[in-house]
């Protein structure tokens, strides 16, 4: 029997879909930016961001990839096999350069995920575990944006978004539930999959614990390093206000509408910082400012990536 060969004529509707997926991402993300910068004017927000502080951006930039190495050391907990923790930076930091450096070709979880099933084989757990990774992070991020909030009230209320983000919240616990708790879904093979794996670590206290508290800690450094990069700009962005409106962003940002969240991110900035009366032309800086701090921190991941050799590689 002759072996089985993929038809070039079955991939090219996915290749297709997929070009388009990203062309319509482009879109979004460029509109967007068009609609902010025309507004600012691009050489007043270059000039703008030629201004910052070399020494706080950079600072924002280490406590990036300072939170990538408490990001491994979190997932670490998370796996059931025992690897290096030098290995799970590198994926790591690889997935980030994928995320933030050339986002919509490759996503950097799917690298991971990829890397780690070669490396184990399974590849079941390989994605359980980056997924897990990624909701215990978004749990604490809106669990800190949560305990901030009725100290941060007085910054929007009255406002049409003072509620956004208890619903935000709201919704993502009746999506959890919807999921892990009623496990739709759960004879889909990979979904299945994913359960049980979430189902591992309901008796495994310590390790919620332990995963939960690091990953607080990376969000309130995420927090810290936007409040940072506002500093560098000298742009008055109180820090408590900060802790609200960070988890409100990276939701947005991270809806699957544009490219690594340009776009969305800034007009989410110059909305909610423009409740504190900060100008949109500042807003835009601080946005951009701390994408290029993250972008410029992911830039390792380069270098790791093409060091690495996944088990197995020739």
């Known amino acids: 029997m002759a072996p089985q060969t993929d038809i070039p004529g079955e991939q090219r509707p996915l290749k297709a879909k997929k070009i388009l997926l990203v062309a319509l991402k482009l879109v979004v993300s460029g509109g967007l930016l068009y609609a902010i910068i025309s507004k600012t004017g691009i050489q007043k927000l270059t000039t703008t961001l030629q201004g910052i502080n070399a ?183 109180p820090l408590l206000s900060l802790f609200i409106f960070v988890p409100i962003i990276a939701t947005l940002a991270t809806l699957p509408v544009s490219i690594s969240g340009l776009g969305v991110r800034e007009a989410s900035f110059v909305l909610l910082l423009g409740f504190l009366g900060i100008p949109p032309i500042q807003a835009t800086a601080v946005s951009l400012a701390w994408f290029l701090s993250v972008a410029l921190g992911s830039l390792p991941g380069l270098v790791m990536y093409l060091l690495y050799r996944p088990a197995g590689a020739r």
């Open 55 to 237: 020494f706080y951006f950079l600072i924002a930039s280490l406590i990036y990839i300072s939170s990538v190495f408490l990001s491994s050391l979190r997932w670490r907990l998370l796996l059931s096999e025992d690897f290096a923790i030098g290995k799970l930076f590198s994926l790591y930091m690889i997935g980030s350069f994928f995320n933030n450096i050339l986002p919509g070709i490759v996503g950097g979880d799917a690298i991971k995920a990829y890397y780690l099933y070669r490396s184990t084989g399974k590849s079941g757990p390989a994605v359980a575990s980056v997924f897990l990774d990624r909701y215990v992070g978004f749990s604490a991020l809106l669990a800190l944006g949560l305990i901030a909030y009725p100290f941060g009230f007085r910054y929007f209320r009255g406002s049409y978004i003072e509620w956004t983000l208890p619903f935000i919240v709201a919704l993502f616990i009746i999506a959890s539930f919807l999921t892990i708790g009623l496990r739709l879904g759960g004879r889909i093979g990979l979904l299945g999959e994913l359960y049980n794996y979430f189902s591992l670590y309901k008796s495994k206290g310590r390790v919620v614990i332990q995963t939960f508290s690091i990953s607080l800690v990376i969000q309130v450094l995420n927090v810290f390093a936007v409040f940072l990069v506002s500093s560098g700009l000298a742009v008055a962005v």
